[in-house]
């Protein structure tokens, strides 16, 4: 047996699908594409040809208060200029210092209340405003 070192993709329930269609597109270049014919309502979005978000359909806004997972993760770098983006599309976010393993994790929750992290290795925070950014409105 043989388990693949990598995630094939999250599962994520939305009440406004067109919203977080374009907030996944805006803040982390995700595409809409193929989805198979399933009988509920959904969207795959896409990076780099890899359907990673699974978008559900739900009725109601989804409780985020106590979720079972988290959060999840991808890796990235330019973090100076993942900062500015966020910041040009007035996303807020924290940056948290993973110890030991020298990563800084760019903390965001998406309009749902869904949070995720971009990581970063921590020699990209040279020089860079880690400081915590708040948004004066949510996409």
């Known amino acids: 047996m043989n388990i ?10 939305t009440h406004d699908m067109n919203r977080i269609i374009r907030f996944y597109g805006d803040v982390l270049g995700f595409k ?3 989805r198979p014919p399933f009988s509920s309502t959904g969207c795959w979005m896409y990076l780099d040809n890899n359907p990673l ?17 988290n959060h999840f993760a991808l890796t990235g770098s330019g973090l100076g ?22 990563l800084r994790q ?6 749902d209340g869904n949070m995720f992290e971009v990581l970063f290795k ?18």
Do not use: C, M, W
């Open 106 to 111: 760019v903390e965001v929750l998406d309009p």
């Open 32 to 34: 809409p594409g193929y």
């Open 53 to 69: 978000i699974h978008l559900v359909q739900i009725d109601t806004p989804p409780k985020n208060d106590d979720p079972a997972v």
């Open 81 to 102: 200029e993942f900062l500015k983006h966020l910041q040009g599309l007035d996303v807020s976010y924290n940056v948290a210092i993973a110890p030991e393993i020298d």
């Open 122 to 139: 921590g020699v990209e925070a040279e020089g860079v405003d880690v400081s915590p950014f708040k948004s004066t409105r949510h996409l």
């Open 4 to 13: 693949t070192p990598a995630l094939n993709h999250i599962n994520l329930k």
